[in-house]
């Protein structure tokens, strides 16, 4: 086995337990670290390969978390486990007797395992069902440029409709007011919901993304508010139960109604796949979209030579936001399970193995780098830091990652930008990088002087979904809805129009 020669942190089995990195990997957790935990993924990626179990193994260099996603055989992982599963997906458990003789042959094949204090989880892989192949099929087909283009209007005036609500008050706080909202209520103009369905439906989704935690592979237990989680799902599961047998396939006066019509019966989606497709961009756009959106105003916040481009230069905002993507993701966390016996750039990981992908960290992989940090003269935005050119999955699971090595994003666009899982992409990326960019262009144009309102923004217990809780924001002023929102329209090479 070419575990040892990994460069990893490996104690003897026969020594005393120690903390190293596996201490380093469970400070993860600390509420402390929510605010920036850059430097403590920069210390645990130069550790390598951890084990804080025989079956689970986190991986955090670029290197590693490439040859995972790129792999067939890494399959996604619920990250609590069989009772946190989201629903609608199936499980295929490796058996007991197959785990136990791969964490036996693990165990003598190398003598050296950082061996941790933790309760071994019990993760199965989460294997997509039919309906939602055909789900992706179908969405791969409507999502186009041209879609997206059209879907443009809708979302300047959304933006516009938020920004109004909140400019007689003079300040703004953009998760609730702006990051939490707009991605709901597109998806609801979308299928045809009620604006009483859109503050029902974020209630209940918010406890919903909390699957994703990587509690039970890391700590050995149920991320925070488990319970309230699972009756979420529940209360979710009757809701849209509901609206399938009340309403079939009719999305009534959604967007997507006329799309869907005009579909041969071959191909158009049942009453429960076009229902199991709007909760899965639900879930999506309430937690990875919401955290894009703040992150974006944050970076321009943080970045005022950035706001002021993209004042001048609308088709600035796309740069942003894949910079944003990469150096401050809201997807920091992912998990794959071994569907067989892996090589992982000479890491042996046993069948059934979990593997935990610190994929912020990866993105951030100095010996990925292709453009410097501050001072850079590169065509890209400058927000402090230099970037891979990897590409990212700051959405999502993507298997692309690593791919396109050399590129930047003075083109426009990263490499990898698919955020996909193994096997197909995220279908909800393009949109959400579309209310990004609009979102930051509405944001420079129609708020003056905005600044921090208090001190340091406050984040959300989460893990894998790091996001922000507050960024309350002062300005001198709001600037009309009837300003025109760019000189003229610019295409840009992220699908669609800005």
């Given at each position: 086995?070419?575990?040892?020669?990994?460069?990893g942190?490996?104690?003897?089995?026969s020594?005393?337990?120690?903390?190293?990195?596996?201490?380093?990997?469970?400070?993860?957790?600390?509420?402390?670290?929510?605010?920036?935990?850059?430097?403590?993924?920069?210390?645990?990626?130069?550790?390598?390969?951890?084990?804080?179990d025989?079956?689970?193994?986190?991986?955090?260099?670029?290197?590693?978390?490439?040859?995972?996603?790129?792999?067939?055989?890494?399959?996604?992982?619920?990250?609590?486990?069989?009772?946190?599963?989201?629903?609608?997906?199936g499980?295929?458990?490796?058996?007991?007797?197959?785990?136990?003789?791969?964490?036996?042959?693990?165990?003598?094949?190398?003598?050296?395992?950082?061996t941790?204090?933790?309760?071994?989880?019990?993760?199965?892989?989460?294997?997509?069902?039919?309906?939602?192949?055909?789900?992706?099929?179908?969405?791969?087909?409507?999502?186009?440029?041209?879609?997206?283009?059209?879907?443009?209007?809708?979302?300047?005036?959304?933006?516009?409709?938020?920004?109004?609500?909140?400019?007689?008050?003079?300040?703004?706080?953009?998760?609730?007011?702006?990051?939490?909202?707009?991605?709901?209520?597109?998806?609801?103009?979308?299928?045809?919901l009620?604006?009483?369905?859109?503050?029902?439906?974020?209630?209940?989704?918010?406890?919903?993304?909390?699957?994703?935690?990587?509690?039970?592979a890391?700590?050995?237990?149920?991320?925070?508010?488990?319970?309230?989680?699972?009756?979420?799902?529940?209360?979710?599961?009757?809701?849209?139960?509901?609206?399938?047998?009340?309403?079939?396939?009719?999305?009534?006066?959604?967007l997507?109604?006329?799309?869907?019509?005009?579909?041969?019966?071959?191909?158009?989606?049942?009453?429960?796949?076009?229902?199991?497709?709007?909760?899965?961009?639900?879930?999506?756009?309430?937690?990875?979209?919401?955290?894009l959106?703040?992150?974006?105003?944050?970076?321009?916040?943080?970045?005022?030579?950035?706001?002021?481009?993209?004042?001048?230069?609308?088709?600035?905002?796309?740069?942003?936001?894949?910079?944003?993507?990469r150096?401050?993701?809201?997807?920091?966390?992912?998990?794959?399970?071994?569907?067989?016996?892996?090589?992982?750039?000479?890491?042996?990981?046993?069948k059934?193995?979990?593997?935990?992908?610190?994929?912020?960290?990866?993105?951030?992989?100095?010996?990925?780098?292709?453009?410097?940090?501050?001072?850079?003269?590169?065509?890209?935005?400058?927000?402090?830091?230099?970037?891979?050119?990897?590409?990212?999955?700051?959405?999502?699971?993507?298997?692309?990652?690593?791919?396109?090595?050399g590129?930047?994003?003075?083109?426009?666009?990263?490499?990898?930008?698919?955020?996909?899982?193994?096997?197909?992409?995220?279908?909800?990326?393009?949109?959400?990088?579309?209310?990004?960019?609009?979102?930051?262009?509405?944001?420079?144009?129609?708020?003056?002087?905005?600044?921090?309102?208090?001190?340091?923004?406050?984040?959300r217990?989460?893990?894998?979904?790091?996001?922000l809780?507050?960024?309350?924001?002062?300005?001198?002023?709001?600037?009309?809805?009837?300003?025109?929102?760019?000189?003229?329209?610019?295409?840009?090479?992220?699908?669609?129009?800005?």
């Open positions: 086995m070419k575990t040892g020669q990994a460069r942190l490996f104690v003897e089995e020594a005393p337990r120690t903390t190293g990195a596996g201490s380093l990997v469970r400070c993860l957790f600390e509420p402390a670290v929510r605010a920036d935990p850059y430097p403590l993924l920069e210390r645990i990626r130069d550790h390598g390969p951890v084990w804080p025989d079956d689970v193994v986190v991986f955090s260099s670029c290197e590693h978390c490439a040859a995972v996603l790129r792999s067939a055989a890494a399959v996604p992982t619920s990250a609590t486990g069989t009772t946190g599963q989201p629903r609608g997906h499980t295929v458990p490796v058996p007991p007797a197959e785990r136990h003789r791969h964490r036996h042959r693990h165990r003598h094949q190398h003598r050296h395992v950082l941790a204090p933790v309760v071994t989880p019990v993760i199965t892989p989460v294997v997509t069902p039919v309906v939602t192949s055909v789900v992706t099929s179908v969405v791969t087909s409507v999502v186009t440029p041209e879609v997206l283009a059209l879907l443009g209007p809708c979302v300047r005036e959304l933006i516009d409709d938020l920004l109004d609500s909140v400019a007689a008050r003079g300040r703004l706080e953009v998760v609730t007011d702006l990051a939490y909202p707009l991605p709901v209520a597109l998806v609801c103009r979308l299928f045809g009620t604006e009483v369905d859109q503050v029902w439906l974020r209630r209940r989704l918010m406890p919903s993304a909390r699957v994703w935690e990587p509690h039970r890391l700590l050995g237990t149920e991320p925070p508010g488990h319970d309230e989680q699972l009756r979420a799902e529940s209360e979710l599961d009757d809701f849209f139960g509901d609206v399938a047998a009340r309403r079939g396939t009719d999305l009534g006066d959604g997507l109604a006329p799309t869907l019509a005009g579909l041969s019966a071959d191909v158009r989606p049942s009453a429960d796949e076009t229902w199991a497709w709007c909760r899965a961009l639900l879930l999506g756009a309430l937690e990875s979209t919401a955290d959106l703040s992150n974006s105003v944050l970076s321009l916040l943080r970045a005022p030579h950035e706001q002021e481009s993209i004042r001048r230069r609308p088709d600035r905002a796309a740069a942003v936001v894949e910079e944003v993507l150096t401050d993701p809201p997807v920091q966390v992912l998990q794959r399970t071994a569907r067989e016996d892996l090589d992982v750039c000479g890491v042996h990981v046993p059934g193995t979990t593997m935990v992908l610190l994929v912020a960290a990866a993105h951030r992989d100095p010996r990925c780098l292709t453009v410097p940090g501050p001072g850079r003269t590169g065509p890209g935005p400058d927000l402090g830091i230099g970037h891979t050119g990897l590409g990212h999955t700051g959405l999502g699971a993507g298997h692309d990652l690593g791919r396109g090595l590129s930047g994003l003075g083109s426009g666009r990263a490499p990898g930008h698919d955020l996909g899982l193994v096997g197909h992409s995220c279908t909800g990326a393009p949109t959400a990088r579309l209310m990004a960019r609009q979102l930051l262009v509405r944001f420079a144009q129609r708020v003056e002087r905005p600044r921090f309102a208090t001190g340091t923004p406050t984040y217990p989460n893990v894998a979904l790091r996001g809780r507050a960024l309350w924001v002062d300005a001198d002023g709001f600037g009309g809805r009837a300003q025109p929102w760019a000189p003229r329209d610019v295409r840009t090479p992220h699908n669609g129009f800005l």
